[in-house]
């Protein structure tokens, strides 16, 4: 493991006391994980008892990890998830040592007193910037310092920027931590820039500018913002949209900031304004997929945007339409966007294609000019490449690429001339370990990973700037147009599910008028086809295989026109063949480039590696290129582990470039040469400069803060307290004399395992409630004998109105108690309405001639289903036992249940896990929700069975693997058809085919 | 102006409630806005007990929350009368004032014991509109909330697909296209769905987590 930079030692050194807590902000990329990994390695013991809450499973892994790395091996970090059984996890806490909890487990056990509370030692909390009153881990850490005063709780975050909403953010994070001591990190910080500043790296910056039809496109998407933002502020004048502006527009953040200032009044503003809100995310999408995505994803997306723009997902035509996408910026968008892919033309198919008219439009065909001439100057073998027989006569392959991906190709070139020049003059040093050869190259997705990976692995190395990747950018093509024409087939058939527009529709253009649903197949059969190819296309006998592999699945779904289809198939796939067997046996030159070209490496799917250590075994790392995804602190180790002497920066990074300077300065011997890649001028740079800035600034108000702010005092929170109080609370002096009896116990509500989801247990916590976890089959908190409550928040409330899993719920909560309630919570911050129709009247009319206006009125039928009031009112006729609470927020739920409870007997809960529960064999046992939750919804499958179908299968998967008669044999005949029916629907069509 | 009691003219002598078809109103909710809110059902004035008689067995006091602020013993009053009558009783409260928590707790609070069931409305539509359904809905079966078994194939897929969280339809849509199935959909790989647009890690560790690991544990 790397060595711990001073400053890393400086903070371990004011944190480590188990006897104080502390709040640990730390800018990110600075290693906060090594951080944490350190500490626990030192409270390691089997005497101690150490809780890592808020983790996330990746984050639990890599800790785990990264301990077992350090020597903390047996028994190292446990993990505690839903699958461990409540027996097995009291035995672990007994045994100690560092254990990391899902929170919602912690707190039922905690409840419970299956963890011995008072013996904790410690609790590190991940994400603290995430604690709020209202989440999991401020309960976790009350139900702590209720009984535990000793034991430390160390916070960790490593993102100020979302520690600044609200009045003194800090100060919320801490008191809900019960924490009074904070420590900011930032990388101004003086001992951080001492250590880092010492040694720097190598970095290149790379300003790469646009080609000219992505800057056209780049300009009008943000005019559409722009344009989309001021019709928002226009029809928003009361609210404070200060911060409505495009600069912020290119975060994420964003939506949020519009979403917390719509709020409240969400309601109230119509459609209008939560299309334009729902658009500017769309535009802001689409900023970054112009820059990361090919001409050809681009194109195909737009094309979906537009088709799903314009239809509702019934079908019939949306009724209101973005409003930027009927601007003129929007058809530059489209047109530009497509005019980088292909062109159109009229002409007939025998129409030669180098001979282009140049005076049209000099930019895009400037750019068409250069790919067109590029494959006659270089070689006479690629006559096929440059017009395949599968390109229809009117279509003009334009096939744009990105310009990072050429940029990419040379900084390479670069790297390994460097190699080569290193590699002679290191004979003489041979001592000095200065790091593996390999050339990292980082990229923001996964998904520009893999297409990263295709271009140099298909990539021409002598074809000039511009058309290097036109192999793959063709391939790419046809993939595109075979989904088209598939479309095309489909629609024929009438099975296409996507309603197409007419809008969409331009005469003489025989593809476009395909848009729809297929997009999204062909993105998955792409990515296949992509994996194989590169699979083949780094095998080098098998080279010729990677088209053939792609053709061959191609021809199995086109059982219908085979022959003809595979014909032409063969043929083409024949000429490839010919191609590359012609291309490898050019130049001597060029075969050595090739071998390079085979060391490409994708190590970012899981199958390829195995695939490649089957094939490979080892190999020299000297000339391994890795493209990798940016994650988080697990790239230090990654650098650590892979010691590359040249890192490529595809996309900027802020954290990245930190992790660098910190793997620098860990490992002083090692030489880097960084290349740092940005779009000039573009939002890409922008958004990156404004994210530093952001950082930087949060940074500056969290300090401020914490010089001026007010320590909160701890509340103590004595047991003894807490019950005279309660008693104090329950004696009116309306009652005469006080004469009721004292009630000694403490007031208690029975809770559902499964509502540990929700707030409201921790708020019922706060207000001096004893909350008794149990899994309950009715009902979920059972607040007297005779009142048991269901609660339901209004998405919850739709889909059970819906899925009629609510008139099951309250069957049930009516056979088994006297007063079963409702309980529909609306939340904190936003509007208590339900959705307000515009027009109510027309929906209250249709009822009685239901039927009959049917088919008229088909959107306003729709709407009339999705509203709730008649629902709810369908309900209260029908159970008129149920009463109905209506809670604008936890924070009411929690006074109405209180209020509830006085004056009234305890709940026992034995009783209520009892209640309904007699037909369920394995009461208590962990539920996997999700599930349980997808199995309820398919046919066959009713609230009655689902139980009896949980305990006979293990997971959904299997259930999904049966034929048709196991289905039957555990369902019976008539739903086992069903159910099978429907999950194998899909297939059978597609065999059929 | 909302106030359910009228001051002005004195009340016209109430009809025999009667035919069954319309909604019977009590001569106290003469002025009241709602009952320009009430729509496409009869309403006659009858002498009746509750503020609105929706069903032979089903009353309905009515109760805008600005005046039940400045007098707050009218409720209380009204429940009183209300005495036992009515199989369903429902107390129709209009939701027109900001400070509603304080309020809302409370009439819960007196509902509950007195065996009526709260309706909130949020607006003089919404409160008629609740009328008028419930008068409508008065012998109509509830198979609308039931739960149903002739659904189409698309809806019953989008339904169990969107139960896992973050799945939304587009995405059952896209699943749907991309593996046709859906035990095609329960058999691919993590690799295959991150490579979908729109799929996102959490979303696939969530569809993972729906289909692959055990649905219960054996504690």
């Known amino acids: ?993 | 102006m909302s106030a359910p009691a009228t001051t002005n003219t004195p009340v016209v002598p109430p009809v025999i409630p009667g035919t069954g078809t319309n909604i019977i109103i009590n001569p106290l909710q003469r002025g009241n806005l709602v009952l320009d809110c009430i729509r496409n059902v009869g309403k006659e004035f009858g002498d009746i007990i509750a503020d609105y008689q929706v069903g032979r067995t089903t009353g309905v006091l009515f109760l805008s929350l600005k005046y039940h602020r400045l007098h707050p013993e009218y409720i209380h009053i009204r429940i009183e009368k209300l005495g036992h009558s009515y199989m369903l009783r429902i107390l129709l409260i209009l939701c027109d004032i900001t400070e509603h928590r304080d309020a809302i707790r409370e009439l819960t609070k007196v509902c509950i014991i007195n065996n009526i069931t709260v309706l909130v409305a949020f607006s003089f539509e919404e409160a008629g509109h609740y009328l008028s359904t419930l008068k409508q809905f008065e012998h109509k079966p509830p198979d609308m909330i039931k739960e149903r078994v002739d659904k189409d194939y698309n809806a019953i897929l989008r339904t169990a697909l969107t139960s896992i969280s973050k799945v939304n339809k587009t995405d059952v849509e896209t699943l749907r296209t991309s593996f046709g199935s859906f035990a095609n959909i329960a058999k691919a790989t993590p690799d295959q769905l991150r490579n979908l647009p729109g799929f996102g890690q959490v979303k696939v560790k969530n569809i993972k987590n729906a289909f692959d690991k055990p649905v219960r544990n054996n504690a």
């Open chain 1, 1 to 993: 493991m790397s060595t711990l930079l001073p400053f890393h030692k400086a903070i371990l050194e004011r944190i480590h006391d188990p006897s104080t807590s502390d709040l640990l902000v730390l800018a990110r990329g600075l290693g906060l994980r090594r951080i944490i990994g350190t500490l626990m390695k030192i409270y390691d013991s089997p005497q101690s008892l150490v809780l890592l809450v808020n983790a996330t499973q990746e984050e639990e892994s890599e800790i785990g990890e990264e301990l077992g790395i350090m020597g903390c091996r047996k028994p190292g970090l446990r993990v505690v998830g839903y699958e461990t059984g409540s027996k097995d996890r009291q035995e672990l806490y007994k045994k100690g040592g560092l254990i990391s909890v899902t929170s919602r487990i912690l707190v039922v056990d905690m409840l419970q007193g299956d963890i011995p509370t008072h013996l904790i030692t410690g609790i590190l909390v991940m994400h603290s910037e995430r604690v709020t009153p209202l989440v999991l881990e401020a309960f976790i850490v009350r139900l702590y310092r209720e009984k535990n005063k000793s034991g430390f709780l160390k916070a960790f975050t490593d993102q100020p920027e979302h520690i600044t909403s609200g009045l003194s953010p800090l100060k919320n994070i801490m008191k809900e931590l019960q924490l009074r001591k904070v420590h900011i990190y930032p990388r101004f910080q003086e001992d951080i820039k001492k250590s880092l500043e010492r040694r720097r790296a190598d970095v290149v910056e790379l300003s790469q500018a646009l080609t000219e039809p992505m800057q056209e496109i780049h300009h009008a998407i943000i005019q559409c913002m722009s344009s989309t933002l001021s019709e928002l502020k226009r029809s928003n004048t009361t609210l404070d949209l200060d911060d409505f502006n495009v600069d912020n527009a290119y975060f994420r953040s964003f939506d949020l900031v519009v979403r917390r200032q719509l709020d409240p009044v969400w309601h109230k503003v119509g459609p209008k304004t939560k299309q334009l809100v729902n658009d500017l995310g769309t535009l802001r999408r689409l900023l970054y997929y112009l820059l990361t995505y090919d001409p050809l994803q681009f194109h195909a997306y737009l094309e979906t945007l537009i088709a799903s723009n314009s239809t509702t997902a019934s079908g019939g035509v949306k009724q209101h339409q973005s409003p930027w996408l009927l601007t003129d910026a929007a058809n530059i968008i489209f047109q530009v966007a497509k005019r980088r892919c292909y062109i159109m033309t009229s002409g007939s198919k025998l129409h030669p294609p180098p001979v282009i008219d140049l005076a049209d439009d000099e930019d895009v065909w400037a750019a068409l000019d250069d790919v067109e001439n590029a494959p006659t100057g270089t070689s006479k073998g690629r006559e096929t490449d440059a017009r395949p027989p599968w390109i229809p006569g009117y279509m003009e392959p334009v096939l744009e690429e990105l310009p990072k991906w050429n940029l990419l190709a040379e900084v390479l070139q670069e790297a390994e001339e460097e190699i080569i020049r290193q590699e002679s003059m290191k004979k003489s040093i041979t001592a000095v370990n200065t790091g593996t050869n390999t050339v990292l190259v980082m990229a923001s997705s996964t998904r520009t990973c893999s297409v990263l990976a295709e271009f140099l692995s298909s990539m021409d190395h002598d074809a000039p700037r511009g058309s290097k990747g036109r192999r793959m950018m063709l391939r790419k093509l046809r993939l595109y147009l075979w989904w088209k024409s598939k479309l095309a087939e489909r629609k024929q058939d009438g099975k296409s599910h996507f309603a197409l527009p007419d809008v969409v529709g331009r005469a003489g253009d025989g593809f476009d008028k395909l848009y729809g649903s297929g997009d999204n197949i062909s993105e998955a059969l792409k990515k296949k086809d992509r994996e194989k190819a590169e699979r083949a296309a780094s095998r080098r006998r098998v080279r010729g295989g990677a088209p053939a592999a792609a053709t061959a699945r191609e021809g199995k779904q086109k059982a219908e026109d085979r022959e003809s289809v595979m014909g032409e198939i063969q043929q083409e796939a024949q000429s490839f063949a010919d191609f590359w067997e012609s291309h490898s046996q050019g130049t001597s030159d060029m075969s050595l480039i090739l071998e390079d070209d085979l060391t490409l490496l994708d190590f970012e799917s899981g199958a390829l590696e195995n695939e490649f250590d089957t094939h490979y075994g080892l190999l020299v790392p000297e000339q391994t290129v890795l493209i990798r995804a940016y994650s988080d602190d697990t790239d230090d180790r990654m650098l650590a582990e892979i010691q590359p002497k040249f890192i490529v920066m595809f996309e900027p990074n802020m954290e990245f470039i930190r992790r660098i300077e910190v793997y620098k300065s860990a490992h002083p011997g090692l030489a880097v040469r960084v290349y740092h890649m940005v779009y000039g001028n573009s939002c890409e740079e922008h958004k990156y400069l404004a994210g530093i800035r952001k950082e930087k600034e949060s940074f500056e108000r969290l300090i401020k803060e914490r010089g001026t702010m007010l320590l909160p005092l701890l509340e103590e929170r004595r047991e003894g307290a807490a019950s005279s109080d309660a008693i104090i609370k329950t004696i009116s002096t309306r009652i005469a004399g006080g004469r009721r009896e004292i009630n000694s116990q403490l007031s208690q509500v029975i809770v559902d395992m499964r509502e540990f989801r929700s707030t409201i247990p921790s708020l019922l916590h706060a207000s001096n409630i004893l909350v008794i976890p149990a899994t309950l089959t009715v009902g979920d908190y059972i607040i007297t004998p005779e009142i048991c409550v269901e609660r339901k928040s209004l998405s919850d409330l739709r889909s059970s109105f819906n899925s009629g899993r609510l008139y099951t719920q309250c069957e049930l909560m009516s056979v088994h108690y006297k007063t079963p309630v409702l309980l529909i919570e609306f939340e904190e911050d936003k509007a208590f309405t339900l959705d307000v129709v515009s027009d109510l009247t027309s929906y209250a009319k249709p009822i009685g001639k239901y039927p009959a206006k049917k088919k008229q009125c088909a959107p306003n039928d729709q709407d009339y289903t999705v509203m709730l009031q008649p629902k709810i009112a369908l309900l209260v006729l029908s159970f008129p036992r149920v009463r109905i609470i209506w809670s604008s927020s936890p924070y009411a739920t929690a006074e109405i249940f209180k209020d509830l409870k006085l004056n009234n007997p305890e709940p026992d809960p034995a009783k209520a896990i009892a209640i309904g529960a007699d037909d369920d064999p394995e009461v208590g046992a962990g539920v996997n929700a999700a599930a349980e939750e997808l199995l309820r919804c398919l046919p066959g499958i009713s609230a009655k069975n689902v139980k009896h179908v949980m305990s006979r299968i293990n997971t959904v998967r299997e259930l999904c693997e049966m034929d048709i008669f196991q289905v039957q044999e555990l369902l019976g005949m008539e739903p086992g058809r069903l159910c099978w029916e429907f999950m194998h629907r899909g297939e059978e069509r597609a065999t059929k085919r």
